[in-house]
C-alpha cells in the first residue's frame, strides 16, 4: 500500500496506539505551539490490537515524564517511539503510576483539595479503564470526569 512521505519525521516523538477518542485530549496534553515543529495527527486508524488507533507524531520534541503521565491516564494503552534520524531508537509503554499529585483536578467541587492551598492527589485503584480515588473526599473518578491541572 502507498504511504505518504508526510508520514515520517526525521527527529521527535510518535505517540501511537491512542484510544482513537482520546486523540485530540492527547495533542492538548503537548501543547503544541512551536511555530517550527512538524505536526501529524491521525484518527480512526485501523489497528490489530485496539480495533482504532489515533497516532501523533511531533517534529523536534523528546516528550517528558509529565506528559507522559498524563497521557497514560487517558490513553493506558498508548505507545511513545523516539525518533533519531527518521529511526527508532526508543520505544516504551506508558505507565500510569500508583498516586497521582498536581496533574488531575477533583471533580467534587466541595472538595477540600479544591480550596486553601491543598495539591490535589488521588490513588490509581484501577489503571484499565482508569479508576482515580480522591486522596482527600474519596470519591472515584473515571476517564469522563478527568481535568487536568
Ligand atoms: N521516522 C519516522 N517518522 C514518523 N513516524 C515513524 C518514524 N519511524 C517510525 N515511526 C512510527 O513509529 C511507530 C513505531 O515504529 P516501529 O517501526 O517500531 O513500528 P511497529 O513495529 O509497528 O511498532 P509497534 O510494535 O510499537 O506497533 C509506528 O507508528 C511508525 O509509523
Ligand atoms: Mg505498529
Ligand atoms: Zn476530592
Do not use: W
Not at 3 to 18: E, R, T
Not at 109 to 134: E, T
Request: with cysteine; hydrophobic share 40%.
Amino acid at each position: 500500500m502507498k504511504q505518504l512521505d508526510v508520514s515520517a519525521i526525521k527527529d521527535g516523538s510518535v505517540i501511537d496506539h491512542i484510544d482513537s477518542k482520546s486523540t485530540l485530549k492527547v495533542a492538548d496534553i503537548l501543547n503544541i505551539q512551536n511555530e517550527e515543529q512538524v505536526v501529524l495527527v491521525g484518527m480512526n486508524l485501523t489497528s490489530k490490537f485496539l480495533g482504532k488507533k489515533g497516532i501523533i507524531k511531533i517534529g523536534g520534541k523528546i516528550i517528558d515524564q509529565k506528559e507522559v503521565n498524563k497521557i497514560a491516564l487517558i490513553a493506558p494503552d498508548a505507545s511513545v517511539n523516539i525518533i533519531k534520524d527518521y529511526e527508532v531508537v526508543k520505544k516504551f509503554k506508558v505507565e500510569v503510576p500508583e498516586i497521582i499529585e498536581g496533574i488531575v483536578k477533583c471533580f467534587n467541587p466541595n472538595c477540600v483539595s479544591n480550596y486553601n492551598n491543598i495539591k490535589a492527589k488521588q490513588h490509581v485503584v484501577n489503571k484499565n479503564p482508569i479508576k482515580l480515588q480522591c486522596h482527600y473526599c474519596e470519591r472515584v473518578m473515571s476517564v469522563k470526569d478527568i481535568v487536568l491541572i
